[in-house]
T-cell receptor, first 116, second 111 residues
Framework: DTEVTQTPKHLVMGMTNKKSLKCEQH?????MYWYKQKAKKPPELMFV???????INESVPSRFSPECPNSSLLNLHLHALQPEDSALYLC???????????????FGEGSRLTVL | SQQGEEDPQALSIQEGENATMNCSYK?????LQWYRQNSGRGLVHLIL?????REKHSGRLRVTLDTSKKSSSLLITASRAADTASYFC???????????FGKGTSLLVTP
């Protein structure tokens, strides 16, 4: 199984809502990532978990809260978002931390978020 | 910003033609990767080239790497309409834990 599964595929939420994005992989990968992608822009890294510990937080606002319950699951909790947070949120995994070694990222299809 | 630059930003060709995309990167890399993204979808890894390699092939793809110029190119031969997508070159971040994506080349292949 070489899939990264993201749910939901689409999410519409108001600025006062609390919602979560979910990501799952069963490839035994030890690093998982959240990327944010605006239209016609490259993906921008938000968070990296390595061995279930948060390794990188790219100065993401606290209204985004990541969680890694176990090595296969990655959540992104959303609260009090702004319309400018509307974007495609991509989850990815890699066998180990990417860095200096080989490091193919396996991406999910993304969750398209619209904040009203 | 570590973000690299792809050139051109957009490319339109006809089926059967070759497509060449160039990338300049900023860091001292151990490897460089190329990814493809169909419109609004997830990204797919295409090829990884190590810093001690100058050229690598995978099917209709040919990637070159010039570390002295910090540049790479992706050649797609005999293009097909299904190759229509955005293509990103990707370098390891200084943190050692993630990849930084270039701005991408948007390729349109018309029948």
């Amino acid at each position: 199984d070489t899939e990264v599964t993201q749910t939901p595929k689409h999410l519409v939420m108001g600025m006062t809502n609390k919602k979560s994005l979910k990501c799952e992989q069963h490839m035994g990968h030890r690093a998982m990532y959240w990327y944010k992608q605006k239209a016609k822009k490259p993906p921008e890294l938000m968070f990296v978990y390595s061995y279930e510990k948060l390794s990188i937080n790219e100065s993401v606002p606290s209204r985004f809260s990541p969680e890694c319950p176990n090595s296969s699951l990655l959540n992104l909790h959303l609260h009090a978002l702004q319309p400018e947070d509307s974007a495609l949120y991509l989850c990815a995994s890699s066998q180990e931390g990417v860095g200096l070694g080989t490091g193919e990222l396996f991406f999910g299809e993304g969750s398209r978020l619209t904040v009203l | 910003s570590q973000q690299g630059e792809e050139d051109p930003q957009a490319l339109s060709i006809q089926e059967g033609e070759n497509a060449t995309m160039n990338c300049s990167y900023k860091t001292s890399i151990n490897n460089l990767q190329w990814y493809r993204q169909n419109s609004g979808r997830g990204l797919v890894h295409l090829i990884l080239i190590r810093s001690n390699e100058r050229e690598k092939h995978s099917g209709r793809l040919r990637v070159t790497l010039d570390t002295s110029k910090k540049s790479s190119s992706l050649l797609i031969t005999a293009s097909r309409a299904a190759d229509t997508a955005s293509y990103f070159c990707v370098e390891p971040a200084n943190s050692g834990y993630a990849l930084n994506f270039g701005k991408g080349t948007s390729l349109l292949v018309t029948p």
